[in-house]
C-alpha cells in the first residue's frame, strides 16, 4: 500500500469504529469552535523512498472537550492500524494540549508505517500545475504567534493565534526547470493542495518551500476557501 492508501484506509476504518465521532481527513474544512463531538483528522505527513524500501508517516488528531480523555480515541487508532495490510513500525501518541482557537483539547499522535511503493514508483505531485516526481516529500505546520503591547511594557498584553503556514521539503526532485522561478504557486501532493507557496531554499537534491494554506483537494472545486488549520 502507498501512503495516501494507507492513509485513506485508516480514515474508513476510523468512521466505522468511531460512529460517534466525526472522522475527516485533515485540511478538507474547518470545523466550529467547542466541537459537540470528538474530531478526528487523519493526514499524510511524509512518504519517501529509499533504496527501494518505501517508508510512511502520518499524523492522526485527536479533538475532545475540555478535560475529555482521548485515550478510547487513541485505542480506535491502533485498532485500526492493526487491521490493515501494512507494516506499522510505530504508533506515539503525543501529550493533550489545549486549542486556544479551537476551545477543546488536542492530541497530536504520529504512525510511522512501510509501503510497497517501488524505487520507480516515486512521489507525484504538481508544482504549478507541471507533473514532478520526488524520492519523499515531507510537511511540517507551524501557527505562528501574534503578540500586540503597548509603547514601554515589555510584556505583551494580548497573545493571540496568527496565520498558519505549511513548510514542504521535497527530496530528489525531479521536475521542469521552469518551475523554480515560479512564485505564488500551488503545490498538489497526495491529495492536498498546498497555495500559495514560494520557495525558500532551492539545492540539489533538496528543495523547501513555504505554502500559506491546505486544502484537500477534493474540496477545491466545491468549497473553496475551506481550510484547516489548528
Known amino acids: 500500500m502507498t501512503g495516501s492508501e494507507i492513509a485513506s484506509a485508516l480514515t474508513e476504518r476510523l468512521r466505522a469504529a468511531l460512529p460517534q465521532a466525526d472522522v475527516r481527513t485533515a485540511y478538507d474544512g474547518n470545523f466550529s469552535r467547542k466541537p459537540a463531538r470528538p474530531v478526528v483528522c487523519v493526514g499524510l505527513l511524509r512518504e519517501a523512498v529509499t533504496d527501494g524500501a518505501g517508508s510512511v508517516k502520518l499524523g492522526v488528531w485527536l479533538y475532545t472537550a475540555e478535560r475529555r480523555s482521548a485515550v478510547d480515541l487513541f485505542e480506535a487508532v491502533c485498532t485500526a492500524l492493526a487491521a490493515i495490510p501494512c507494516t506499522v513500525r510505530s504508533v506515539a501518541r503525543g501529550e493533550m494540549q489545549y486549542d486556544g482557537a479551537l ?22 505531485l504538481e508544482i504549478g500545475g507541471a507533473a514532478c516526481t520526488a524520492d519523499g516529500v515531507s510537511v511540517e ?87 484547516y488549520g489548528g
Open 141 to 227: 505546520r507551524e501557527t505562528k504567534t501574534l503578540r500586540f503591547g503597548s509603547v514601554g511594557e515589555e510584556a505583551p498584553h494580548t497573545v493571540v493565534d496568527g496565520p498558519t503556514v505549511y513548510r514542504l521539503t521535497i527530496t530528489g526532485l525531479a521536475a521542469p526547470e521552469t518551475v523554480v522561478s515560479l512564485a505564488g504557486f500551488a503545490v498538489c501532493v497526495s491529495g492536498v493542495r498546498y497555495a500559495p507557496c514560494v520557495w525558500k531554499k532551492l539545492g540539489a537534491d533538496r528543495v523547501e518551500l513555504e505554502a500559506g494554506g491546505a486544502q484537500a483537494e477534493a474540496e477545491t472545486e466545491t468549497e473553496a476557501g475551506a481550510y
Open 103 to 124: 476551545r477543546c483539547m488536542v492530541t497530536p499522535c504520529t504512525v510511522e508505517a512501510s509501503s510497497n511503493a517501488a524505487a520507480e514508483n516515486r512521489v507525484a
